[in-house]
């Protein structure tokens, strides 16, 4: 999918996204502690890349809670959370929120997700921020689920991406 909607008005994506079946590709973020974040941090363990444009939108916060409260808790699985706030965004979120099951890191820096998932919004009022989707990666990081939420102000499909996890 190269393009998603903002309410009900097409946004164009900057590339295609990887596919179900596709090795996950790499991605270089920021921790809430300006540490270095990357998929190589979580080998040998399940990832749930939970992409949203801001943390610091209604939608966005309740996908953090939401994957914090239904996924974090699975066994060798690390839930992520990314979007381009800047990570003192994600301190006070989570500190404000009671949220510590999830890694949040941003995309600010390198902007690795927004280009290599193919999810930077080029135009519309969000554009340079990231859409909203979920992968959901295996212990060798293969992509075994992939959302990308063609209408941004939707949540994703939570219970998918469980489901995956289940598998």
């Given at each position: 999918?190269?393009?998603?909607?903002?309410k009900?008005?097409?946004?164009h994506?900057?590339?295609?996204?990887?596919?179900?079946g596709?090795?996950?590709?790499?991605?270089?973020?920021?921790?809430?502690?300006?540490?270095e974040?990357?998929?190589d941090?979580?080998?040998?363990?399940?990832?749930?890349?939970?992409?949203?444009?801001?943390?610091?939108?209604?939608?966005c916060?309740?996908?953090?809670r939401t994957?914090?409260q239904?996924?974090?808790?699975?066994?060798?699985?690390?839930?992520?959370?990314?979007?381009m706030d800047?990570p003192?965004?994600?301190?006070?979120?989570?500190?404000?929120e009671?949220?510590?099951n999830?890694?949040?890191a941003?995309?600010?820096?390198?902007r690795?997700?927004?280009?290599?998932?193919?999810?930077?919004?080029?135009d519309g009022?969000l554009?340079?921020?990231?859409?909203?989707?979920v992968?959901?990666?295996d212990?060798?990081?293969?992509?075994?689920?992939?959302?990308?939420?063609?209408?941004v102000?939707?949540?994703?499909?939570y219970e998918?991406?469980?489901?995956?996890?289940?598998?």
């Open positions: 999918m190269s393009q998603v909607n903002f009900n008005n097409p946004v994506l900057n590339a295609e996204q990887p596919q179900v596709q090795q996950a590709p790499n991605f270089q973020l920021t921790g809430a502690d300006l540490s974040v990357s998929l941090n979580f080998k040998g363990q399940r990832v749930v890349l939970n992409v949203a444009p801001s943390v610091d939108t209604d939608v916060a309740q996908q953090l994957f914090n239904k996924a974090a808790d699975m066994d060798n699985t690390a839930v992520v959370f990314t979007s800047l003192f965004a994600y301190k006070r979120f989570c500190a404000a009671g949220i510590d999830v890694v949040t941003s995309d600010f820096k390198n690795s997700i927004a280009q290599n998932y193919g999810l930077e919004m080029r009022p554009a340079g921020l990231t859409a909203r989707a992968f959901v990666l212990e060798n990081h293969n992509i075994i689920h992939r959302e990308v939420v063609d209408e102000t939707n949540e994703p499909n998918a991406a469980l489901q995956a996890l289940k598998q």
